[in-house]
């Protein structure tokens, strides 16, 4: 009688861990994708660092630095962002 439970235990139990297994599998391929939008066309949604906006990247306007992208929803944020970062990376002109 105990060879019995042990036997479906083990069953279970290899259930479990074929579901772990599976969710894992599923979970790293769903992780590649942002979140997912109603629209077919994924559209990448970006953040202005200066006053916190989204906008789809293509109509943001970019700024090139060191390696790294940002986006503004405005030339007046981009200039903002750019004096914010001047003023701290060191010495500035006379302004
Ligand atoms: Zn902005």
Redo the contacts with the bound molecule.
């Keep these: 009688m105990l060879s019995i439970a042990i036997r479906i235990l083990s069953a279970i139990l290899l259930i479990w861990l074929f579901r772990r297994l599976l969710g894992m599998f599923l979970g790293s391929a769903r992780a590649n994708r942002p979140k997912d939008q109603t629209g077919a066309s994924s559209n990448h949604m970006v953040k202005?660092p200066?006053?916190?906006?989204y906008m789809d990247a293509r109509l943001a306007v970019r700024l090139k630095t060191n390696g790294e992208d940002f986006y503004?929803?405005?030339e007046?944020?981009k200039n903002?962002y750019l004096s914010q970062s001047a003023g701290s990376a060191g010495n500035s002109a006379s302004g």
């Design positions: 202005d200066v006053c916190g906006m503004f929803c405005s007046d944020c903002k």
